[in-house]
């Protein structure tokens, strides 16, 4: 076989002087393959590449057998050398790597390709983990060395993995091929330094317990330990010095920072003066927030708690998602740009962080092909909910702490380092609740659906991650707890807190899963979207039809491989969750329990909005898709993958995001901006908005950051207690005078005004500390007019383009 042609397997033997054990060797390996050809293996060749020997060993008669091929070195360079040489003529699908002596019986070839085909890119035999059989030990001096020098290669080079030296390894063949390309050393430091290229790229390699005996006349001497050294040290040296970031994964994040650009291209490029209308009020809360926590960071004032809106009570701003996590850092750009512009720019380049850390994520545990893993990370971050939510939740947008923490978690799976992981992971779940609990809770969710999937389909990997995993979060908690808390404290128990946000059932219709979205650019459909959500920023499913198919097709295709049945799993128990705790059957009036009914009323999940509950369904959909482009790009046949790219662009081109709305904002009234109000609030008093400001109209709090918070307000949006049970709302909690001018704003209507209506409002302004009431123009301005004149006994005076009275020179006894 020397025309170039692909095989299945290529066996590759490196030998130094090995005339007396390689035909015998080469014997055992050609009649196993014989034996199974057609069965468990397809066509194979036979490499032995010789290192310079200077015995007989390349006039060996089985060298004779036509699937064998010799190679030869010019002189004896060492074992890293041969190899080299060896899987460079290669030319199989996989690629076996023997030592001469067959320490590792060919035999065991079937343990290794059990493992490979779940989806490894290697699959390496190991004589240190469990199930793990040694026939004949080395001489006990050599077995310490062996240990020590493992214990050195995992602290150094490749953690985790417990023995880089056993010869027999099952390798993907292009993987290897350009893994050994790239080694540069000659001896035994090889099978360290190709493993370490293989985890760099982000190839799964997995250690399979084998059987194993010592043979006699091995090539290992003395000085080769301390040779293995200082590979070890040539390869930390280099390891320093290399920067293994591609340019491809340069481009990668550079092109999710132009779609992030392009998504909020109408607000980007002059947020102080454009407004995202489908966040409806959501854009001047968010501005708020990071307003009011640069004042207290800049002031040195609590950030946990302020009282410029919802005052007199105040608002507690932990159990308020102002994400301190990056308000806080951000608090020199909002101090000296304003927060506008720092919410703008935070938004953009975190949606773009988000992509990148899926990106990350997806090449080191899913694919290393770039193309596959820019596929699904675009998909994780910018699927529809993600893009629905883009316009009002910067905490369910900016979610790159999500994928490092799912790759600490599977790190302390492996247990090599439980106790430093465990303290990373710690950190950064601390890190987390200050950007987001609901998010943090809802991807514990599907990191728990995946593990308890995964464990099913491969237990014998639970069994051996379940208590290094147990151990690194017992230490995850211990450092998490203590930095979070007082603030949690202050957020369960502290001023303004409160125990739960009531909400109605808020579960996805099962019909918005195969919908599309009102912002996808080729099928979104308005009219639909609004049907199937509670507004246009809680479109928490709308993956389409299209893309559900193809990631089913993909995961039947793979179904061989345990991580795509573990996604598979993941994403349907997500999106059946999702549905909420009554799920109605589209189209009739049947309705039966949702799995959702079982934590409705836990603690934490009683607050959550189920329907968010999908959005684990954006990553696990963009894996499955990376999975199967990674296959597809490895088929040696175009038209499948023809067929099978154009497929996944099909599915994906509906849901591809059209910019985000974005209109001219209303200004800010001169009155405010003009400093006019200063003459009217004294110390301690409130400038009072007619209607007070509330999650439907919030435009007031624009104003206040307008005015670089210099008034306080009553009202806002913001969630508060209500009542002597404390239950969650939206807004302050509501006044006879605030819920009658709110009633008059929308209808137009004016009430009947007798005294005890105007001692409520003079109770009512007297809580508030109301300095001035302020009434801009809009629809049923003179109907709120009319009211306050009968309210106050006197008219308003138009002034900086609003209209105000001064309660200062109101007299309520004189009122008839």
């Known amino acids: 076989m020397s025309d170039g042609t692909t095989v299945d397997l290529s066996v590759v033997v490196p030998a130094f002087n090995e005339e007396e054990r390689l035909g015998a060797t080469i014997d055992a390996i050609t009649g196993y393959l014989d034996a199974n050809e057609g069965s468990r293996e397809g066509d194979w060749e036979i490499i032995v590449s010789d290192d310079g020997s200077t015995d007989g060993t390349r006039d060996v008669p089985a060298l004779t057998h036509p699937r064998v091929r010799l190679v030869t070195g010019d002189r004896n360079r060492g074992k890293g050398s041969a190899l080299r040489l060896g899987v460079a003529a290669s030319r199989g699908r996989r690629v076996l790597v023997t030592d001469a002596d067959l320490a590792a019986p060919i035999e065991e070839l079937e343990r290794l390709d059990k493992a490979f085909s779940e989806g490894h890119a290697a699959a390496i035999g190991s004589r240190s983990v469990p199930g793990a059989a040694i026939g004949r030990h080395q001489h006990r001096v050599r077995e310490l060395l062996g240990r020590a020098g493992n214990l050195l290669i995992q602290a150094t080079a490749v953690p985790g993995v417990r023995d880089t030296q056993c010869g027999f390894k099952l390798f993907d063949g292009d993987k290897a091929r350009e893994a050994f390309g790239a080694s540069r050393l000659d001896g035994w430091g090889i099978d360290v330094e190709v493993l370490l290229h293989f985890r760099r790229s982000g190839w799964t390699v997995t250690e399979v317990p084998v059987h194993w005996s010592h043979q006699p006349g091995s ?105 301190l996590g990056l308000s806080g850092p951000f608090t020199p750009v909002t101090l000296l740009a304003g927060p506008a512009v720092a919410l703008s720019l935070c938004m953009t380049l975190g949606l773009a962080a988000t992509a990148a850390a899926w ?49 600490r978690t599977l790190r302390l799976c492996a247990g090599t380092r439980p106790v430093r992981d465990g303290v990373v992971l710690g950190l950064m779940a601390a890190y987390q609740v200050f950007l987001g609990e609901e998010p943090l809770l809802i991807a514990a969710v599907g990191m728990t659906l995946f593990a308890a999937a995964y464990a099913v389909v491969r237990p014998d990997v639970a069994r051996s991650a379940w208590r290094p995993l147990g151990k690194g979060l017992l230490i995850g908690a211990a450092v998490c707890l203590p930095l979070v808390a007082y603030p949690l404290y202050w957020q369960f128990a502290g001023p303004q807190s409160y125990r739960s946000v009531l909400h109605s ?147 994906l081109l509906p849901i591809v995001p059209a910019p985000l709305k974005a209109v001219d904002r209303a200004p800010v009234p001169e009155f405010i901006t003009a400093g006019m109000w200063k003459q009217y609030v004294g110390d301690g008093e409130t400038l009072v908005p007619v209607p ?14 307008a005015a670089h918070l210099g008034f306080k307000l009553p009202g806002g949006y913001f969630n508060g ?42 109770r009512d302004f007297s809580y508030w500390h109301a300095g001035v009431l302020v009434v801009p123009p809009q629809t049923h301005d003179g109907a709120l007019r009319e009211t306050l004149e009968k309210l106050t006994g006197r008219a308003g005076r138009w002034t900086g383009g609003v209209w105000v009275w001064d309660l200062h020179r109101t007299d309520y006894s004189s009122v008839p």
């Open 692 to 705: 007070l400001p509330d999650p439907g109209v919030a435009e007031a709090l624009h104003w206040q950051t």
């Open 219 to 323: 090539k290992v001497g003395p000085l080769d330990y301390a040779r293995v050294l200082g590979d070890l040290v040539r390869i930390r040296a280099r390891a320093i010095r290399a920067v293994r970031i591609r340019p491809a994964d340069l481009l990668a994040v550079a092109l999710f920072l132009l779609m992030s650009v392009a998504l909020y291209s109408g607000r980007f490029f002059d947020p102080s003066h454009r407004y995202l209308p489908d966040s409806l009020q959501d854009q001047n809360q968010w501005e708020w927030f990071f307003a009011v926590t640069a004042d207290n960071i800049a002031h040195l004032h609590n950030p946990l708690f302020s009282d410029l809106q919802g005052f007199p009570d105040g608002v507690n701003l932990m159990a308020n998602t102002v994400m």
């Open 721 to 762: 207690p209500y009542g002597e049970d404390r239950i969650g709302i939206y807004g302050a909690s509501p006044r006879y005078t605030s819920n009658m001018l709110r009633q008059v704003a929308g209808d137009g209507v004016v009430p009947m005004i007798d005294k005890t209506w105007r001692e409520r409002a003079r």
């Open 505 to 651: 059932d808020a579960g996805n219709s099962p019909l918005s899963l195969l919908a599309f979205a009102e912002r996808s650019l080729l099928a979104g459909d308005e009219q639909t979207a609004n049907a199937l959500s509670a507004n246009p920023t809680e479109q928490n499913a709308f993956y389409g039809w299209p893309l559900l198919l193809v990631a089913l097709a993909i995961a039947v295709r793979l179904w061989e491989r345990p991580l795509a049945r573990a996604l598979a799993f993941t994403g349907a128990a997500a999106a059946l969750l999702s549905l909420g705790p009554r799920i109605r059957i589209p189209l009739t009036d049947i309705v039966f329990p949702g799995p959702w009914a079982a934590l409705a009323h836990r603690p934490l999940f009683e607050s959550v909005i189920e329907g968010r509950v999908a959005m684990i369904c954006a990553p696990v959909l963009g894996m499955l898709l990376a999975l199967g482009a990674d296959r597809l790009s490895l088929t040696r046949s175009p038209g499948t993958q023809y067929l099978g790219f154009v497929g996944i662009a099909l599915a």
């Open 359 to 407: 990106y990350r994520l997806i090449v080191r545990r899913v694919t290393a092909w770039r193309p596959a893993a820019f596929t699904g990370a675009a998909l994780a971050a910018f699927a529809p909910p993600m893009v629905s939510h883009a316009n009002a939740h910067p905490n369910f947008v900016i979610l790159f702490m999500v994928p490092l923490i799912i790759e």
